[in-house]
């Protein structure tokens, strides 16, 4: 214990910033590939596909992330498989954030009006042509909202992967609190730099919400 | 599956289908042909079937009895190749269904270049034409939210040519639309029976089924319960269809 809060000390905050927004990335991209799987996998024709796909994403949405941490970092060291903080908090949100995107963009695939689909079979096309050509471009523009608005969540969650020593913004304010142990002013300052991070994206979120009001007539069936 | 069919066979065929949506029974053994270049307008009240037994001829509803033969295609059994069957068939609905994050143009080239492979240069002039066919030429690069109801009806007609299908179905295509913008796209239809176009409609106009329908079915509680040339509309002979005739405004 000791000393003030010099230069340094924000220098290592900033830092755990930037892992906070590299894990973020990391997650948002690892589940937006698994979360897109999951999302086609949850409308599949096939029912065991369907069904595989609804029970992963109940499991993942009734059990806490923070829970999900430590089974991704303990659990797989506890069999043998020595990870590291960083790939188990990834592999974690990761699987957190495929299952949550999976059924927004779910909904959003589903919400564009079953007549497209109609049209599209009437003339002639493949399912995956009537995917990619009618259906996802019609779903991204109703889905990029709520995703951003997710993003959001993602950013503060990732904060949670502090518990398996992954050194991210709320890692290093811990670090830092532990040898000044001024707890009020470092928190206030991961609290202000969380919500510098997160209000743009909600802001844009609700742009793109306002926008998407504007156009909505585009999407209607006629 | 698949044979050739000569040409005395029907265009399309429905033998003694049934279907059920639950313990509803909505087709109880209907049974109509439609030869090449026939038209044939199917009437009746709302639930009487109508539009369900259009539908079973492109499969948008599975039937569960009976035959139904459309281009040679055995529509009834399960391995019916359906994206054959829909090369053959176009359906146009009452709600249009134009792509709305596409261009008109890119609306009616969009099947020919991904299903039959057409190169995008001969795709093009492909939708200039069919646009020409219905007096859009100059709506090629417009939204279908650009376009009035009539337009994108007229629209949608076009993009189903594109794919020069066999045989169109018409879903009660004037529906959504008021007395004008119904005459604009009805004029069209007009041309393309005029053209020699196989056509099968779903219609509540009964002046226009009088005037361009070849045959008339008339639906009732899922049965075909009169069928004959337009004539029937003027004389009908079962009391069911007189009634019907008789609420229905007359205009030719």
């Known amino acids: 214990m000791g000393g003030h809060l010099n230069i340094n000390h924000l220098m290592f905050l900033g830092q755990g910033a930037l892992w906070t927004v590299g894990l973020s990335v990391i997650a948002l991209i690892g589940g937006g590939i698994v979360g897109f799987v999951i999302a086609l996998a949850r409308i599949s024709p096939l029912k065991s596909v369907r069904i595989a796909s609804a029970v992963y994403v109940q499991l993942i949405q009734g059990t806490p992330l923070l829970v999900i941490l430590f089974l991704g970092y303990f659990g797989l060291a506890a069999i043998g498989l020595k990870v590291s903080p960083l790939a188990a908090a990834g592999a974690s949100l990761t699987l957190y954030v495929a299952a949550y995107l999976g059924e927004i963009w779910r909904g959003c695939i589903q919400s564009v009006p079953k007549p497209q689909w109609e049209a599209a079979e009437g003339l002639a096309l493949s399912r995956t042509q009537r995917m990619t050509k009618v259906i996802l471009p019609q779903a991204i523009r109703i889905a990029t909202p709520p995703t951003v608005g997710f993003m959001v969540q993602i950013i503060k969650n990732t904060s949670l992967a502090s518990v398996v020593g992954f050194v991210e913004l709320m890692r290093s304010g811990q670090i830092v609190n532990n040898s000044l142990f001024e707890p009020f002013a470092i928190y206030a300052i991961i609290a202000v730099t969380y919500f510098a991070m997160c209000y743009p994206l909600s802001l844009f979120s609700q742009k793109l919400e306002q926008r998407m009001g504007r156009g909505r007539s585009t999407l209607a069936p006629a | ?252």
């Open chain 2, 1 to 252: 599956m698949q044979q050739n069919p000569s040409p005395s066979e029907p265009i399309v065929s429905l033998r003694d289908v049934k279907k059920s949506f639950g313990p509803l029974l909505v087709l109880d053994g209907v049974s109509f042909a439609v030869q090449r270049g026939e038209v044939l307008a199917l009437i009746g009240r709302s639930g009487s079937g109508k539009s369900t037994a259009l539908r079973c001829i492109d499969r948008f509803e599975k039937v569960d009895g009976g035959e139904i033969v459309v281009c040679g295609h055995r529509v009834d059994r399960p391995d019916v190749n359906l994206r054959a069957l829909r090369q053959d068939v176009g359906i146009v609905f009452q709600s249009y269904n134009l792509f709305p994050h596409l261009t008109i143009e890119q609306n009616i080239t969009l099947a020919p270049c991904a299903v039959k492979g057409v190169a995008t240069a001969q795709a093009k002039d492909l939708a200039r034409k069919v646009l020409a066919q219905v007096g859009l030429e100059e709506k090629l690069h417009a939204y279908p939210e650009q376009l009035s109801g009539g337009q994108q009806q007229r629209a949608a007609i076009a993009r189903s040519l594109a794919m020069q299908p066999k045989v169109m179905l018409f879903d009660e295509v004037t529906s959504a639309l008021d007395p004008e913008l119904t005459a604009e796209v009805l004029r069209v239809i007009e041309q393309l029976a005029a053209d020699g176009m196989t056509m099968v409609m779903v219609t509540h106009e009964m002046g226009f089924a009088k005037g361009i329908a070849d045959r008339i079915v008339f639906m009732h509680r899922g049965k075909v319960h009169e069928t004959g040339p337009a004539s029937i509309l003027t004389s009908p002979t079962t009391p069911e269809l007189t009634q019907f005739v008789g609420t229905g405004n007359l205009k030719s």
